[in-house]
């Protein structure tokens, strides 16, 4: 085992004794439990908040009247979400390794990281309207000047402030968890996804509304604004290539970003049609997408504190016995069961395992709690049974394909905490919706009560 500077045990001591019959495994795998079941309710508590948000700001005239604003929410929310998501992991495993024990060092990587995701929030805002414009705007064949000063205003304005309001969050999550000796790893990337959705979500509508309203006035608002941005990118680019600790990110930590992005316009384009037919389904698919995001982003960012402290950091290195990255469904999930004797991947089996059994109850909690705060009344049997299925099937997916994707990440010599949450959860994005979409349409087939309630916009009590 590699260099040890963290205050919670060894990934891999914690996964071997979560699979061992004896008390010693329930203790650990109940200890994981207690530290994320609470953050994934607050974190999903945040995510029913974005649902609400934008069931309320899609009727609003920058939605409704700037079409590209609608198909450009899952990109900008995906791609901020990543840029939180990864700070907080690698932030987690640094902790983790015992990095941020000097103060020296740890305030340099802090403020470098910080500096990091405020070119990264700039760069992707302007990234996300490109792509809401092209996929509206292309197949039609016409564009709209003015329109698409706002939607690249209003995007940079939003991730960039989104990026710095939630960086200082996810750093003050990670001392306060260092501090009370939790490991990072289970709290800080839930806390990060569900207060990034929200917040670009209102940010969004805000900064859009606003700027909607100088663009109707006349005003050069969003032009002035932009410049200023134009000049004030190159100095935050400038600073965090001067630092050391964010300098190769800065270089080489872009593929996953753009590449993630052109998966979530494909959940965009889901949802941009799916609120056509189902208007409801804009409030279920933060809730969906984002408890999927949340405990995929848990899975990849354990798996890579544990290869950092199997391989003391040696990327291209896979520890002893783990030198397969393709591994069955049933090893990936079902690893270290009786039945099932994959060897490859029951390390981390358990722990998927932990997450899929918290993923059942707490989406229970956040639909009750969306259709209540709503007034839609409960939810009927069947839509409860195919909402949960939806959500099942899409994190069993994101599981198996973390474990595949951290692992052949690492192999290739590429730092996981950069690179695969991205992907993981802009393919939640697309699978979330994409599944949703599904539930919703078998719901209508069958005439399901609240589908119809759900669309008229009534209160009522569904029985069985």
Not at 61 to 88: I, R, S
Request: hydrophobic share 50%.
């Amino acid at each position: 085992m590699g260099a040890a500077g963290a205050q919670s045990p060894s990934p891999s001591v914690l996964s071997e004794d979560m699979r061992s019959p004896g008390s010693l495994g329930l203790r650990m795998s109940l200890a994981m439990v207690l530290q994320i079941f609470p953050t994934f309710l607050v974190a999903g508590l945040g995510m029913v908040a974005a649902g609400l948000v934008l069931n309320t700001v899609q009727d609003w005239p920058c939605f409704t009247e700037v079409e590209p604003m609608m198909v450009m929410v899952p990109a900008l929310l995906g791609l901020k979400g990543n840029l939180e998501m990864t700070l907080a992991s690698r932030l987690s495993t640094a902790c983790n390794m015992g990095k941020l024990d000097c103060r020296g060092e740890a305030a340099s990587m802090i403020l470098g990281n910080l500096v990091l995701v405020q070119c990264q929030g700039i760069i992707v805002g302007f990234l996300a309207s490109l792509v809401g414009m092209a996929l509206t705007w292309a197949p039609k064949g016409h564009f709209q000047p003015e329109e698409a000063l706002l939607l690249c205003t209003a995007a940079i304005v939003t991730a960039s402030l989104a990026s710095f309001l939630l960086g200082l969050v996810m750093v003050g999550v990670i001392l306060l968890a260092k501090y009370f000796s939790w490991d990072p790893d289970n709290v800080a990337t839930p806390i990060a996804a569900s207060l990034g959705d929200v917040t670009t979500l209102g940010l969004l509508a805000t900064v859009a509304n606003f700027l909607y309203g100088q663009l109707l006035a006349g005003q050069l608002t969003g032009l002035v604004i932009l410049v200023a941005y134009s000049l004030l990118l190159p100095v935050l680019l400038w600073l965090a290539y001067r630092n050391s600790h964010t300098t190769s990110i800065l270089l080489h930590g872009w593929t996953p970003i753009l590449l993630s992005m052109l998966i979530s316009s494909g959940g965009g384009i889901i949802l941009e049609k799916a609120v056509h037919r189902f208007s409801a389904i804009a409030m279920f698919t933060p809730v969906m997408n984002g408890a999927g995001g949340n405990l995929v982003a848990i899975q990849a960012s354990r798996i890579t504190t544990y290869l950092n402290k199997a391989t003391n950091s040696l990327y291209g290195v896979l520890p002893l016995e783990e030198d397969r990255v393709c591994v069955l469904p049933c090893s990936a999930l079902c690893g270290g069961l009786p039945r099932c004797q994959g060897e490859s991947s029951s390390q981390h089996a358990s722990t998927a395992r932990i997450l899929l059994a918290i993923l059942l109850p707490g989406h229970v909690v956040f639909l009750l709690v969306l259709c209540l705060l709503e007034a839609r009344g409960l939810p009927s049997p069947l839509f409860l049974g195919l909402y949960l299925l939806a959500g099942l099937c899409q994190v069993a997916i994101l599981l198996y394909l973390c474990q595949i994707l951290v692992y052949s990440m690492w192999s290739r010599g590429t730092d996981p905490d950069n690179a695969a949450i991205p992907y993981l959860t802009a393919f939640g994005d697309l699978l979330g919706t994409g599944f949703l979409l599904l539930s919703f349409l078998a719901l209508h087939a069958t005439g399901d009560p609240f589908v119809a309630t759900l669309e008229s916009g009534g209160a009522a009590v569904v029985v069985d």
